[in-house]
């Protein structure tokens, strides 16, 4: 996330500042792309990686403090939350061994971070969002205390007017609304970064959207988002969701941007184009005072930080971004690719590396540039169809040729990558290291995403749902601890029940039913009868037009009106049905997902009540019956006679 001195006070004057010392580092940046002053001729490749921390459970674990406190590696820092954390490689000249040497920086990082972590009674995970994850893991109390993200979060509700709504529809509906960002610290990425020179920069930028879209077909890892299977890469359409600044009423008749966006159409001009359409799109988010004059630092014959600019840059979410930087002295601009999830093992991600470095390299060569030949708008929705269906994704390449994500990697693009890779003198056993790792996946069809997907399919109604995703993150861990690639991953089972099972049962919203029936309050007390018999359950909750609980019917309530209810004659006509409404209890005893287990049993025995409606906000989100404890109570008890033999 960048820099850290962050005003916790920012007022309309310290903005104005600002403001002054951004547009005084767009036009040092002129100065520097005018006189040549960048570093070419030379072409580096860098990543950054994010991971989870998790505790026993493969639960989020909010440690990062305790962690980054026995690292005193500087390649390491901070992300959004506690249970996040980022280390930043380094770079790499483009040629010969650099892919080697960055898989073996990512073991090396990769391994202090779990002996850290191991210290604090944690581990590290790599994957584009954690299963395990719930909303009550979302909260501030879990955002790292720094005041860039104190000020991130503050801002972004003020722009959005309130709270933050996501609505993301894909194999299952999600829907939520939350009071804070930090619903974007659910996904951690792995971002490469490719140097190129000023005079090309547009050309490369315009063929990094062009494969992004391919790339991330073959690399989606993150179905699954707080249990629920949406998109292969869910990263894309939360991340643009949980960031959005613009008012409700900003996203219909205005052309108004979301700040997390994939961009409107090529460029033409260079660098400059998007930090200025940036500036003039985007309002500012959060500030620093900064002493450095970038046109003094020029007259001296120095290079500037330009650190308004990088600040401001670091609060647009292209997911292909524009990056200055200085390295060894030297400025220099990269083109940061920030689609790629994390995960799911360190080959996995070298090996997608490798194809988006190799491709650029082959297409750069080609005598017409991308943006002649393909629209714009196909590499946008390919991008997204990739992002909704992975591999199986329709695409349309230049040419106008459409054909599915596979064919068109295993037919053209892989093919390319590897021509590419050995146009820079890439070590050839390495091409086949890593380029040969994704063509099996891409022939396979086993993403890390569909290894998730088939997963959960095979495991069915198998235990919880809670016991599921568990079962899922402690399999994937093992198998990201071999380094086996995830093509050939044999499916997760839930063979009884995992190890220190008693982890999924220790809140409501581990074991709650989801699986709900309602009526509403107007409805005839018929319907409700009928689909407590259909369904084999003894109490339906009552929801209005809003979709907000307003009370309760139990079995009994209906054996009290049968008993109550004159026998009718050939005679008499039959009474009038009462609704709803009528039997209902008013305003039931509800409880919140986090309620530890124990107190729920607690709760259900002194109130005698068998039936526990379970509400997020003012949301319904589950039910807890005598039959759902009964259950929690026959797996402890046979658990301790387990222990006991």
């Given at each position: 996330?960048?820099?850290?001195?962050?005003?916790?006070?920012?007022?309309?004057?310290?903005?104005?500042?600002?403001?002054?010392?951004?547009?005084?580092?767009?036009?040092?940046?002129?100065?520097?792309?005018e006189?040549?002053?960048?570093e070419?001729?030379?072409?580096?490749?860098?990543?950054?990686?994010?991971?989870?921390l998790?505790?026993?459970?493969?639960?989020?674990?909010?440690?990062?403090?305790?962690?980054?406190?026995?690292?005193?590696?500087?390649?390491?820092?901070?992300?959004?939350?506690r249970?996040?954390?980022?280390?930043?490689l380094?770079?790499?000249?483009?040629?010969?061994?650099?892919?080697?040497?960055?898989?073996?920086?990512?073991?090396e990082?990769?391994?202090?971070?779990?002996?850290?972590?191991?210290?604090?009674?944690?581990?590290?995970l790599?994957?584009?969002?954690?299963?395990?994850?719930?909303?009550?893991?979302?909260?501030?109390?879990?955002?790292?205390?720094?005041?860039?993200?104190?000020?991130?979060?503050?801002?972004?509700?003020?722009?959005?007017?309130g709270?933050?709504?996501?609505?993301?529809?894909?194999?299952?509906?999600?829907?939520?609304?939350?009071?804070?960002?930090?619903?974007?610290?659910?996904?951690?990425?792995?971002?490469?970064?490719?140097?190129?020179?000023?005079?090309?920069?547009?050309?490369?930028?315009?063929?990094?959207?062009?494969?992004?879209?391919?790339?991330?077909?073959?690399?989606?890892?993150?179905?699954?988002?707080?249990k629920?299977?949406?998109?292969?890469?869910?990263?894309?359409?939360?991340?643009?969701?949980?960031?959005?600044?613009?008012?409700?009423?900003a996203?219909?008749?205005?052309?108004?941007?979301?700040?997390?966006h994939?961009?409107?159409?090529?460029?033409?001009?260079?660098?400059?184009?998007?930090?200025?359409?940036?500036?003039?799109?985007?309002?500012?988010?959060i500030?620093?005072?900064?002493?450095?004059?970038?046109?003094?630092?020029?007259?001296?014959?120095?290079?500037?930080?330009?650190?308004?600019?990088?600040?401001?840059?670091?609060?647009?979410?292209?997911?292909?971004?524009?990056?200055?930087?200085?390295?060894?002295?030297?400025?220099?601009?990269?083109?940061?690719?920030?689609?790629?999830?994390?995960?799911?093992?360190?080959?996995?991600?070298?090996?997608?590396?490798?194809?988006?470095?190799?491709?650029?390299?082959?297409?750069?060569?080609?005598?017409?540039?991308?943006?002649?030949?393909?629209?714009?708008?196909?590499?946008?929705?390919?991008?997204?169809?990739?992002?909704?269906?992975?591999?199986?994704?329709?695409?349309?390449?230049?040419?106008?040729?459409?054909?599915?994500a596979?064919?068109?990697?295993?037919?053209?693009?892989?093919?390319?990558?590897?021509?590419?890779?050995?146009?820079?003198?890439?070590?050839?056993?390495?091409?086949?290291?890593?380029?040969g790792?994704?063509e099996?996946?891409?022939?396979?069809?086993?993403?890390?995403?569909?290894?998730?997907?088939?997963?959960?399919?095979?495991?069915?109604?198998?235990?919880t749902?809670?016991?599921?995703v568990?079962?899922?993150?402690?399999?994937?861990?093992?198998?990201?601890?071999?380094?086996?690639?995830?093509?050939?991953?044999?499916?997760?089972?839930?063979?009884?029940?995992?190890?220190?099972?008693?982890?999924?049962?220790?809140?409501?919203?581990?074991?709650?039913?989801?699986?709900?029936?309602?009526?509403q309050?107007?409805?005839?007390?018929?319907?409700?009868?009928?689909?407590?018999?259909?369904?084999?359950?003894?109490?339906?909750?009552v929801?209005?037009?809003?979709?907000?609980?307003?009370?309760?019917?139990?079995?009994?309530?209906?054996?009290?009106l049968?008993?109550?209810?004159?026998?009718?004659?050939?005679?008499?006509?039959?009474?009038?049905?009462p609704?709803?409404?009528?039997?209902?209890?008013?305003?039931?005893?509800?409880?919140?997902?986090?309620?530890?287990?124990?107190?729920?049993?607690?709760?259900?025995?002194?109130?005698?009540?068998?039936?526990?409606?379970?509400?997020?906000?003012?949301?319904l989100?589950?039910?807890i019956?005598?039959?759902d404890?009964?259950?929690?109570?026959?797996?402890?008890?046979?658990?301790?006679?387990?222990?006991?033999?």
């Open positions: 996330m960048g820099e850290q001195n962050i005003s916790a006070t920012v007022d309309e004057e310290h903005l104005r500042n600002f403001m002054k010392a951004l547009l005084d580092d767009v036009v040092a940046l002129e100065t520097l792309l006189s040549d002053r960048f070419t001729g030379v072409r580096r490749i860098g990543a950054e990686q994010e991971m989870f998790v505790d026993r459970s493969l639960r989020p674990a909010s440690v990062v403090t305790d962690v980054l406190e026995r690292i005193t590696d500087p390649r390491f820092t901070t992300e959004l939350a249970f996040n954390l980022e280390a930043n380094t770079p790499q000249v483009f040629n010969s061994s650099c892919l080697r040497r960055m898989e073996d920086e990512l073991n990082v990769l391994g202090m971070a779990r002996d850290a972590a191991r210290a604090c009674g944690a581990d590290v790599l994957t584009g969002i954690l299963p395990t994850l719930r909303k009550g893991d979302l909260g501030l109390d879990n955002m790292t205390p720094k005041p860039r993200y104190l000020e991130l979060n503050r801002t972004l509700r003020r722009l959005r007017g709270d933050f709504h996501v609505l993301i529809r894909g194999i299952e509906e999600f829907e939520t609304t939350h009071d804070n960002v930090m619903l974007e610290s659910c996904n951690t990425s792995f971002q490469v970064h490719f140097q190129v020179g000023p005079r090309e920069f547009a050309k490369f930028y315009n063929l990094a959207q062009a494969v992004t879209g391919p790339l991330l077909a073959a690399a989606v890892n993150s179905p699954v988002l707080l629920h299977r949406l998109w292969h890469e869910t990263r894309i359409a939360l991340f643009e969701r949980s960031v959005d600044t613009r008012l409700a009423g996203r219909g008749e205005r052309a108004a941007r979301p700040r997390v994939f961009g409107d159409g090529w460029i033409r001009e260079g660098v400059l184009e998007i930090f200025r359409e940036d500036i003039a799109r985007f309002r500012i988010l500030a620093s005072t900064f002493d450095e004059n970038p046109m003094d630092v020029l007259a001296r014959g120095e290079i500037p930080q330009l650190s308004a600019l990088r600040l401001h840059n670091g609060t647009v979410y292209r997911w292909n971004r524009a990056c200055y930087g200085i390295h060894e002295g030297k400025a220099h601009l990269r083109i940061e690719n920030r689609v790629l999830p994390s995960g799911p093992t360190v080959l996995d991600e070298v090996a997608n590396a490798a194809f988006f470095f190799g491709v650029m390299a082959n297409l750069a060569e080609e005598p017409r540039t991308i943006d002649r030949v393909m629209e714009f708008e196909h590499a946008r929705s390919n991008f997204f169809n990739a992002a909704r269906d992975g591999l199986k994704a329709q695409m349309t390449w230049a040419g106008g040729k459409t054909m599915s596979s064919d068109l990697l295993l037919k053209e693009l892989i093919p390319r990558a590897r021509e590419g890779l050995k146009f820079v003198k890439v070590d050839s056993d390495d091409i086949d290291r890593y380029i790792c994704l099996d996946r891409v022939k396979s069809g086993q993403t890390g995403a569909q290894w998730i997907l088939s997963s959960l399919h095979d495991m069915g109604e198998q235990g749902v809670d016991v599921r568990r079962t899922l993150s402690t399999v994937m861990l093992q198998n990201q601890k071999t380094g086996a690639p995830v093509h050939t991953w044999g499916l997760a089972h839930v063979e009884g029940e995992p190890e220190n099972w008693r982890d999924s049962y220790q809140t409501a919203g581990q074991f709650m039913s989801t699986d709900l029936f309602t009526v309050p107007h409805d005839i007390v018929d319907l409700a009868a009928n689909i407590m018999d259909w369904k084999h359950i003894r109490h339906i909750l929801e209005d037009e809003q979709g907000r609980l307003v009370g309760l019917l139990s079995h009994r309530a209906l054996l009290r049968v008993a109550r209810s004159p026998r009718g004659t050939a005679t008499t006509a039959a009474p009038e049905r609704t709803v409404a009528a039997l209902m209890i008013k305003n039931p005893l509800t409880i919140g997902p986090e309620m530890p287990t124990l107190e729920v049993m607690k709760l259900m025995r002194e109130r005698k009540v068998s039936c526990l409606p379970v509400l997020e906000g003012e949301k989100i589950g039910v019956t005598e039959a404890l009964i259950e929690v109570s026959r797996k402890l008890l046979e658990s301790y006679l387990r222990d006991e033999a």
